[in-house]
Structure formats: structure tokens, C-alpha cells
């Protein structure tokens, strides 16, 4: 069973930077998009950033310009590099792959923007 674990969350001031990671298990990895989520509160999740296996990557209008998604194949893992930090970014972001249907989702790791 595939899992993905997100990491590198943390409290952090408007205008600030995070690195999120997110190490999935198995090979399966190298060959399906992949996407990174998240949920505010009292909100749906949401698509913020996905990336293809051959690297093309997408961005929601929100996140455009301020976050990046990268994936390293050899380590299994996708990060999600995001600068210039706003208090809407406040969520809770997940992994997963892009399309379903999906992995089990799991605990995600939580951005809390605060002045």
C-alpha cells in the first residue's frame, strides 16, 4: 500500500518561506503526477500545485509566482518550496497524486501564517 508523508510545516510570518516535503513510498512515484493540497478551515481542499512525472508543473491562480513544486525521483520525494507567505495560505497541505483515484490521505502538515 502506497503512503505518502508530508513534512516541514510550521508557524510562520507574512512575507516568510517554507519547504514542504512529502516522501512517498514505492516505486509507483516515478510514473504519476503528483499534486500538493490544502485544506483551510472551514474550507474544501484544494489543488494549490501539481507536477508531472516528466516534470511539467501547474499552479492555482492563489500560489502562482510565489510557490514552486519540484519532485527528486531518486528520493522519492516532491517538495513544495513557497515564498511571500500570506495569511490565506493558513491550511493544513497534503500530498497526493493529481488524479484519482487516490491514496489514503494522510495527516498532512499544517502552515499556520501568524503576525
Known amino acids: 500500500q502506497v503512503q505518502a508523508v508530508e513534512s516541514g510545516g510550521g508557524l510562520v510570518q507574512p512575507g516568510g518561506s517554507l519547504r514542504l516535503s512529502c516522501e512517498v513510498s514505492?516505486?509507483?512515484?516515478?510514473?504519476?503526477?503528483m499534486g500538493w493540497y490544502r485544506q483551510a478551515p472551514g474550507k474544501q481542499r484544494e489543488l494549490v500545485a501539481d507536477i508531472t512525472n516528466g516534470g511539467t508543473t501547474n499552479y492555482a491562480d492563489s500560489v502562482k509566482g510565489r510557490f514552486t513544486i519540484s519532485r527528486d525521483t531518486a528520493k522519492n520525494t516532491m517538495y513544495l518550496q513557497m515564498n511571500s507567505l500570506k495569511p490565506e495560505d493558513t491550511a493544513v497541505y497534503y500530498c497526493?497524486?493529481?488524479?484519482?483515484?487516490?491514496w489514503g490521505w494522510g495527516q498532512g502538515t499544517l502552515v499556520t501564517l501568524s503576525s
Open positions: 514505492g516505486s509507483i512515484f516515478r510514473v504519476v503526477a
Open positions: 497526493n497524486k493529481k488524479r484519482p483515484p487516490y
